[in-house]
C-alpha cells in the first residue's frame, strides 16, 4: 500500500510537467490550433489532475487543511495550461490573437484567487495555535496576493494600452519599456515576499507535522533560488549571463505557484499524525 501511494504522490509531483508537454502540442500559438480547443482540454487536465489525487489524498485530515490544501493543488493545475501557452506574446502580432494573452491572465487570476483561498482556510485551522509573531504572516499574505493581482491586471490590459500608443503614432519597440519596465522593482519584490510567504507557511505546516521535514528542505531550497532571482532582478534588471537564465522561470507567477502545487501534494498525501 505504501508503494502504491508513494507512485501516485509521485506522479502527482510529475502533473504538472506532464500536462504542460501535453497541452503544449495545443497552444493557440501554434497554427491551425484554437484557444477554444485549448481551454476545454486545460479543463479536462485539471479534471484528470483531481481524480489522480483522490487515488491518495489522505481524508482524516481536518475539513479546514483538506479544502485549503486542495484549492493550492487546483492552483497548480490550473498554471499548467499557463506554461502550456508558451511565452507570452509581448510584440504588435499580440493585437491579432489578444484573446490569447487575455486568457492566460484570467487563469492567472483564477489561481492567485485559488491560492488565496488555500491559505486562508489552512491559516484560519492553525490560528488559534499560534504565538502571537507568527500571525504576522496575514501582511505577507497581503502583500503577495495584492503584488499578484496588481501584476495579472497590468499585463491583462497590455494589448489595449498597446493599441492606444500606436494610436498616438508612437514606436511600438518603445512600449514595454514605458509599460513594463517601471514596474519591474514592484515585481522583483513581490517575488520575493511570495517565496518567502511559501517558506514561512511550509515552516508551519512542517512543526506540525502536516508535512514531512525532507519535504520542507526541498521547498526552502526552491524558494530561496526565487528569492535569490527576485534579488538580483531587483539590484540588475533583467540581465542574466547564459548560465544563470534559467533562475529567469522563478521569476515567472508559475514559479512560486508551482512551490504552493508540491507544498499542496506534501500535504494532502502524508499520513496523519498527533499534533505536538
Not at 490550433?33 to 483531481?50: E, G, K, M, P, Q
Not at 488565496?116 to 484560519?124: E, M, N, S, T, V
Not at 528542505?217 to 533560488?225: F, G, R, S
Request: hydrophobic share 55%.
Amino acid at each position: 500500500m505504501k508503494v502504491l501511494k508513494f507512485i501516485g504522490s509521485l506522479l502527482l509531483f510529475l502533473s504538472p510537467f506532464v500536462g504542460v508537454a501535453f497541452l503544449y502540442k495545443h497552444s493557440p500559438y501554434t497554427q491551425g490550433n484554437s484557444l477554444s480547443t485549448f481551454a476545454i482540454l486545460n479543463l479536462v487536465y485539471a479534471i484528470i489532475s483531481v481524480l489522480l489525487l483522490l487515488l491518495v489524498v489522505n481524508k482524516k485530515l481536518p475539513k479546514q487543511i483538506l479544502l485549503g490544501g486542495v484549492l493550492l493543488y487546483l492552483s497548480g493545475s490550473v498554471i499548467a495550461g499557463v506554461l502550456g501557452l508558451g511565452e507570452p506574446d509581448f510584440s504588435v502580432t499580440m493585437l491579432q490573437h489578444t484573446e490569447r494573452e487575455h486568457y492566460r491572465y484570467i487563469i492567472l487570476t483564477i489561481a492567485a484567487l485559488l491560492f488565496a483561498a488555500g491559505f486562508i482556510l489552512i491559516i484560519i485551522n492553525r490560528w488559534d495555535k499560534f504565538p502571537n509573531w507568527n500571525k504576522l504572516i496575514v501582511l505577507l499574505f497581503i502583500a503577495a496576493l495584492a503584488e499578484f493581482l496588481w501584476e495579472f491586471n497590468l499585463n491583462y490590459h497590455y494589448a489595449e494600452n498597446l493599441k492606444l500608443w500606436l494610436d498616438e503614432g508612437k514606436n511600438a519597440a518603445d512600449f514595454t519599456v514605458h509599460y513594463q519596465l517601471p514596474g519591474l522593482p514592484i515585481g522583483a519584490v513581490g517575488r520575493i515576499i511570495e517565496y518567502v510567504l511559501i517558506i514561512w507557511l511550509g515552516l508551519i505546516l512542517a512543526k506540525s507535522y502536516r508535512i514531512k521535514k525532507w519535504s520542507f528542505i526541498l521547498l526552502t531550497l526552491y524558494c530561496l533560488l526565487g528569492v535569490y532571482t527576485g534579488a538580483r532582478i531587483y539590484i540588475y534588471g533583467m540581465n542574466f549571463p547564459d548560465n544563470l537564465k534559467f533562475l529567469l522561470f522563478f521569476f515567472i507567477p508559475a514559479g512560486p505557484v508551482l512551490a504552493l502545487y508540491w507544498m499542496s501534494v506534501a500535504l494532502l498525501t502524508k499520513a496523519t499524525k498527533t499534533e505536538a
